[in-house]
């Protein structure tokens, strides 16, 4: 019986196993994505999902935390799997089956630790270059998923920094659904979660009251991550 085993297994099709990761990223300011030059037979300086290959003793998750160390020198960030895209013809040099995670980290804190053997750069959503292979469709529905995870679960505090204006984080909610949110709205269903310790600062120089400065209140965080909060007013999401 092992040995038809082993006969089954022989005489399979083999195929490679790659990871590509979806980074996001925000200024302060808009949404943007970490792409990488990519090299392969006459496609020169061709942009790209930072991606790699699954090494034999690597569970999946260690590739994509791997990967992403690799590339940002970072090792606690948001990491999600998000689909295996597996069409015969995705990749026209061989045989490869990609598993596509999401990250999302703040552009201005961690910038500085970006490797420059990648030659990596920030784009913005708005004017993203073509990629390659199947890369376009992995950010769509990569987007598409943070959008819906934004909407209900408290997601988009892993884009800002460690403290931050409720003017900030509306921006970012902008950012990422591409719509303009009422204040006084979002302002409400914001602090109607208690995931937000207000500090005793103000930011300067962006109007004569200045803003006062929250942070996350991390246990409440933890707990309430799962939970559906419903961040957004209706028709936005």
Partial sequence: ????????????????????????????HELKLLLVKR???DEHHTWSLMGGW?????????????????LTSLTDIYLEQLHTFGNPMRDPVERTVSVAYFALINVEDYDHKISKNFEAQWFSMQELPQLLFDHSAMVEMA???????????????ELLPEKFTIPQLQKLYEAIFGAELDK??????????????????????????????????????????????????????
């Fill in 143 to 157: 987007i598409e998923h943070l959008r819906y995870k934004a909407s209900q679960h408290p997601i988009g505090f």
């Fill in 184 to 237: 006084r709205n979002f302002s409400r269903k914001l602090l109607s979660t208690h995931l937000l310790v207000k500090l005793d600062e103000k930011q300067k120089g962006f109007s004569k009251k200045g803003a006062f400065y929250y942070r996350i209140n991390e246990e409440k965080y933890k707990k309430q991550f799962n939970t559906f909060l419903n961040f957004l007013p209706n028709g936005i999401a």
């Fill in 39 to 41: 090299g392969i037979e």
């Fill in 1 to 28: 019986m092992l040995i038809d085993m082993l006969h089954q297994y022989q005489t399979q099709t083999k195929c490679l196993v790659a990871l590509d990761s979806i980074i996001f990223g925000f200024d302060g």
């Fill in 54 to 70: 699954v090494q034999p003793e690597e569970s999946l998750e260690q590739a994509s935390n791997r990967i992403l160390f690799e």
